[in-house]
């Protein structure tokens, strides 16, 4: 992995970015910025506060990447082969906070990797399991969450109610909207930028993917908000050796910092602009139950899908 830097878009003149959801081909226009003068403008110099004893590299903060469970642009791969998003902003900052320097590596499990090949692991669910790791933090969200052309405004059921509504077919968000009752008429696309064309040119009046890879991919859509979440939102935070509590609190004061001093708001500014922190109260109120499980009979889903082809993996998202 490349240790780029993009998307921490600093005083007055902030630029916006474009493009972005889980990993896969990235159709992206992303706006550089120095590595040196963001972190120079990130915060002022400062001494170690985490000992070498707790680190696998002296000096460094090691932070694991994910490339299987990731969600861009928490992190995702640009046109020149760099790899880029919230997660690696997020973790320069961390380092800064920390009076470290900063490297990346990717990871497929934080069990295997956390003590060995990195210290912290980035992008994992509150909800994960793991004997020998515990999850800390909440700086972003996921869930599946509407967006619609006009002002930002949570949806209501009758408002989704016979509607229609874009999405990549084969994702996770295809499979929780059909473990619902509402009754909508679903178009499939091969990836978010389609959906997303089509909501701009009116094919489509609702486009159901990812909360943060929405509110990435529609800032290249002008007039498309964010219309509340179809389930309730499970928080995101980083993963830290169970062994190593030393570094698990440093990173969570770390984290508390950068939250309160604004630093934080500056990367998720640049990666999703206006999207609210997401909670329970996100979540589109009184979402029908469906009459049946998809065990039971997994053909009678809601919706009937008029174009598409399936994309290749259930969870699958593409650009």
Not at 211 to 217: D, E, P, Q, R
Request: hydrophobic share 40%; net charge negative; aromatic share 6%.
């Amino acid at each position: 992995m490349k240790r780029t830097v993009w998307g921490v878009l600093l005083a007055a003149g902030m630029v916006a970015t474009l493009s972005g959801c889980d990993l896969g081909s990235v159709k992206a226009q992303l706006v550089p910025t120095s590595v040196q003068d963001a972190r120079a403008q990130l915060a002022t110099q400062r001494s170690p506060r985490v000992d070498d004893s707790s680190l696998v590299s002296p000096g460094t903060l090691t932070v694991g990447l994910s490339s299987s469970t990731s969600t861009a642009p928490l992190v995702m791969g640009n046109a020149a082969d760099e790899v880029v998003g919230v997660d690696v902003d997020l973790a320069a900052a961390l380092a800064q906070e920390l009076g470290l320097k900063v490297s990346y590596v990717g990871v497929s499990d934080p069990s295997a990797s956390l003590g060995t090949s990195c210290d912290i692991v980035l992008g994992v669910r509150s909800s994960a399991r793991g004997s020998s790791y515990a999850v800390s933090g909440d700086y972003a969200q996921s869930a599946a969450a509407f967006f619609r052309k006009g002002e930002a405004a949570q949806a209501t059921v009758p408002d989704l109610s016979g509607k229609r509504v874009g999405l990549q077919t084969g994702s996770m968000s295809e499979t929780t909207l059909r473990n619902t009752g509402l009754s909508m008429e679903v178009r499939g696309y091969p990836d978010l930028n389609e959906a997303f064309d089509a909501l701009a040119a009116d094919q489509v009046d609702y486009v159901l993917c990812d909360a943060y890879s929405g509110a990435f991919l529609s800032r290249s859509h002008k007039g498309v908000s964010f219309a509340g979440t179809l389930d309730i939102p499970v928080t995101v935070g980083f993963a830290c050796s169970a062994s190593n509590a030393t570094l698990q609190s440093a990173v969570s004061d770390a984290l508390a910092a950068i939250q309160a001093n604004g630093v934080y708001d500056i990367i998720r500014l640049a990666w999703v602009g206006g999207l609210p922190q997401l909670g329970p109260s996100s979540q589109i109120k009184n979402i029908p139950a469906p009459s049946f499980t998809a065990q039971e009979n997994p053909a009678s889903a809601q919706g009937t899908f008029v174009e598409g082809a399936p994309a290749a993996g259930s969870n699958a998202v593409n650009f």
